[in-house]
């Protein structure tokens, strides 16, 4: 009865985990759109000149959050009367709905109560995603009755991928965003990381440049554009959102497809091709001029160039302690997954602007990846390959060169000089002068200076660091001689003395000799 309560309770705990979830992910989706509608009726509000009610606006931010999810709106009020389409995403408004998805998806697997049950990463992508998807199901019904209907195609397709992507990043990062045990596809990983933070940072680099090339251009249509302040102020928001998408763009330029201008025109490094159908607007000002390219647009090509070299350093670097194949791997899948990165956000940045010659605008998504792929691989892989070279170079021990022996000391003058015959002989006992003088034997005074032709100084060492004569033995303790024993003495009577005893043997002996006593 126990182990059923507890398992009833399990149950009922994680059901409730489950459902907590749901309404966080439907709680994410209604904060994403309701930070899109303030934004959207403060600008109504601060128009002079409002064209629709709060009805409008209110369908205006449901159409712009769809937008943000890379759902394509179809515009009916338009001069010919006939429907035309819209599908390039601003990427800077995505970042508040992809960033909530992510950070509830996180929280409902590590919950600030560890107490409190949660449940399975599997259960929580599909109840976070199923609430996020159940309040975006209502908004693009609501979209439908207003001037910007959501394309029920896409709706379906990207939608759902968005959602999806973004919450199981946020389960793989609550799990400790582990990464493939095999070294090769983590270092695959990191490396198609940097490679694309590379690509996207020099496409904004030279986005960046061209516009302020082009600055007064870029001014006189802000202006053309914007009368009043407020109209000013929402410009500069659109443009702000539309930032990111400068930066695809500037990338797909230097990969070389570039991008397309409207059906039949295309902007590369080699020149400007077709009759271009542009807007006016004030980031479409910092368009490469018609024509023929020259160095400042092949200079674009450095941009793919150094990603690539980023992307084979880090392959490389971290496959460095491998083998060669593995090295090569690590590079081509980098590779590959930046082209397929690339694909996916030019697909995102670009799309139709409107019917007819506006229906091709941005990049194009497979011409793009698939330029990444090559410069990944043409690039990359060599890069790649030397980098584990060198860092194999500088990790192999270098061999010690065996010591050269040393030199023999080279002998002075003085350890040359013939060595005294008296060195040799046998040391005599210790006199006052020194060892070997004896001031007894009188046969060595007999000299004119009294020595006997004893030099003294031949008795001086060579050298004074090491003297000439050894030094005399130490002294040893002499062996004392085996002494027998002596014979045990009889008890001595009582009463007598030891000299009494040595006179009765005195008498005994004489006795003995026949002497008298």
């Known amino acids: 009865m126990t182990h059923l309560t507890e398992h009833s309770l399990a149950q009922s705990g994680r059901s409730a985990a489950f459902a907590t979830a749901c309404v966080r992910g439907g709680v994410a989706a209604g904060l994403g759109a309701g930070a899109l509608a303030v934004l959207v009726i403060v600008a109504w509000i601060s128009s002079p000149f409002p064209d629709s009610g709060a009805g409008g606006a209110l369908h205006l931010a449901a159409g712009l959050w769809l937008l943000a999810h890379g759902v394509d709106l179809v515009r009916t009020d338009t001069v010919g009367g006939l429907p035309a389409p819209l599908g390039i995403v601003p990427l800077l408004t995505a970042a508040l709905p992809v960033w909530l998805v992510y950070r509830t998806a996180r929280s409902t697997l590590d919950p600030a109560d560890e107490t409190r049950p949660c449940p399975s990463p599997a259960g929580a992508l599909g109840a976070v995603a199923g609430g996020y998807l159940l309040v975006a199901a209502v908004i693009v019904v609501y979209s439908e009755s207003g001037p910007l209907p959501a394309d029920l195609v896409t709706a379906g397709l990207w939608l759902p991928g968005v ?42 680099v030279a986005a960046g440049v061209s516009l302020a090339w082009h600055a007064g251009a870029a001014r006189t249509s802000y202006e053309s554009l914007a009368g009043e302040w407020s109209g000013r102020v929402a410009l500069a928001l659109l443009l702000l959102a539309l930032l990111p998408n400068a930066a695809v763009w500037g990338a797909a330029y230097g990969l070389g497809p570039g991008f397309a201008l409207g059906t039949g025109a295309l902007a590369t490094p080699l020149g400007l ?66 082209g397929a990165a ?79 015959a008296l060195a040799t002989a046998a040391p005599a006992s210790p006199g006052p002068l020194g060892p070997g003088f004896s001031p007894g034997a009188s046969d060595d005074l007999d000299g004119d200076d009294g020595y006997g032709g004893f030099e003294p100084y031949d008795y001086l060492p060579a050298s004074w660091e090491a003297p000439l004569l050894p030094e005399p033995p130490a002294p040893t303790a002499p062996i004392a001689p085996a002494v027998p024993p002596l014979p045990t003495e009889p008890p001595r009577p009582s009463g007598t003395t030891g000299a009494d005893r040595e006179d009765r043997e005195d008498r005994e002996d004489r006795k003995d000799r026949g002497g008298e006593v």
Do not use: N, Y
């Open 342 to 420: 690339i694909a996916l956000l030019a697909g995102a940045a670009g799309g139709p602007l409107g019917s007819d010659r506006l229906r091709a605008f941005g990049p194009v998504w497979w011409q793009a990846g698939a330029a990444a792929v090559l410069w990944g691989m043409a690039v990359g892989l060599p890069t790649a390959l030397a980098v584990r070279a060198w860092g194999r170079r500088a990790l192999r021990p270098k061999t010690p060169r065996p010591p050269k022996p040393p030199k023999a000391p080279k002998a002075s003058k003085a350890s040359k000089a013939p060595e005294p």
């Open 273 to 338: 091709v077709g009759d271009p159908a542009v807007p006016p607007f004030p980031l479409l000002a910092a368009l490469p001029p018609e024509g023929r390219g020259g160095w400042p647009q092949w200079a674009a090509a450095a941009v793919p160039l150094a990603a690539a070299v980023v992307l084979g350093h880090r392959a490389g670097r971290e496959t460095a302690g491998g083998r060669a194949r593995g090295t090569a791997l690590a590079a081509l899948g980098a590779a590959w997954a930046t």
């Open 163 to 204: 959602v999806l992507g973004a919450a199981g990043a946020g389960v793989w990062s609550a799990l400790g965003r582990p990464l493939p045990d095999r070294e090769e596809a983590a270092a695959a990983l990191r490396g198609a990381g940097a490679g694309l933070v590379a690509l996207l940072a020099g496409g904004a």
